[in-house]
């Protein structure tokens, strides 16, 4: 990965090709751009996506249409409560010509994997991903083996009141960059939605607009994008003020300050700029910090929010260049 200072032209380059992977999304998906908007910035800041919502939102076909607009390896995994750790890392198996184990790579060695439903299936398999998503290789019978770049893992979950449904622990619900909630669409675009898809889905006719040459270029310019020390300063004292905050049980992890800077770089890069600002770093908060704060009961016998706590923390931290609070 280059070192260079990020160039005018490459930041234009960022943003046109930015703007193709998210057009062609919404050709698929209307109505949700914000959403679309996150998913694709999730893809060029190295992280992994959480989608949490009621059934038939979309949520599958917005993870799929992302891999669709890639030309890149795709897999989709399907998690049921018999699901078993080897069906997503793989296995090795004998082979009687070569009188020797051969492995078979499980669906977790592709560039973008879809764990659809993912808090369906036992603890035990959904911890089959936390090696992948942190370390990006996959340890089997001794031996590790790395996952080629880009590598994204997106999961879906309907809401854990929902029945059959295992609540994703706390080590899991950390690794992933940003959780995001898809919402029911308006009106307006229900009824595109009609038009759109009342006879056969626009998913079959989308085409990939990007390799994932392309992609691994993109997160080389948002890894490359300036960070001042002020707005670092920022980033670490907003996440030290959930861990301070009375009505919270548990703060965010020093991992959600390293994602914040990224989603932060790749926000300005986006926005055509060679450096972040905090206003990058407030857009990425919520996205990125609610999954990992739990709330104290008695802060939600009050009827106490982590928005309203994370909008709260926003507010009372001074930001770089100013004297007053915002």
């Not at 399907?78 to 080897?86: A, G």
């Not at 992948?132 to 089997?140: I, K, L, P, Y």
């Not at 980033?235 to 861990?243: G, P």
Request: glycine share 6%; hydrophobic share 40%; net charge negative.
């Amino acid at each position: 990965m280059s070192e260079a200072p990020v160039g005018r032209q490459e930041l234009s380059w960022f943003s046109d090709r930015f703007e193709e992977i998210a057009t062609n999304i919404e050709r698929v998906i209307q109505g949700k751009r914000e959403v679309v908007d996150f998913v694709v910035l999730g893809l060029l800041s190295e992280g992994h996506l959480l989608i949490e919502d009621v059934p038939g939102v979309g949520k599958t076909l917005l993870a799929k249409s992302l891999a669709r607009s890639i030309h890149c390896g795709f897999q989709r995994v399907q998690f049921t409560p018999d699901l078993l750790p080897s069906d997503v890392t793989g296995v090795s198996v004998w082979d009687r010509e070569r009188s020797a184990f051969v492995f078979r790579a499980g669906p977790v060695f592709s560039n973008i994997v879809l764990g659809d439903e993912i808090n369906r299936a036992s603890p035990k398999t959904q911890a089959a991903l936390l090696e992948a998503m942190e370390e990006r290789q996959v340890t089997v019978d001794g031996v590790t083996r790395r996952l080629a770049p880009p590598f994204m893992v997106i999961a879906t979950q309907n809401p854990i009141e929902h029945e059959g449904t295992y609540p994703l622990p706390e080590a899991q619900l950390d690794r992933f960059m940003l959780r995001l909630v898809m919402g029911y669409p308006s009106r307006e675009k229900e009824l595109e939605i009609l038009d759109a898809h009342g006879v056969r889905s626009t998913y079959d006719d989308l085409e990939p607009v990007i390799t994932g040459e392309d992609v691994v270029r993109m997160i080389d310019v948002a890894r490359r994008i300036y960070v001042s020390d002020p707005v670092k300063a920022y980033l670490v004292d907003t996440v030290e003020a959930t861990r301070r905050d009375p009505d919270l049980l548990l703060g965010a992890s020093p991992r959600a300050t390293l994602f914040l800077q990224r989603g932060a770089r790749a926000r300005a890069a986006i926005e055509g700029r060679h450096f972040a600002t905090p206003d990058d770093v407030k857009a990425m908060l919520h996205p990125v910090l609610t999954h990992r704060m739990i709330l104290r009961p008695e802060a939600q016998m009050r009827g106490a929010s982590l928005e309203e706590i994370i909008e709260g923390i926003a507010h009372g931290i001074p930001v770089p260049g100013t004297r007053s609070r915002v």
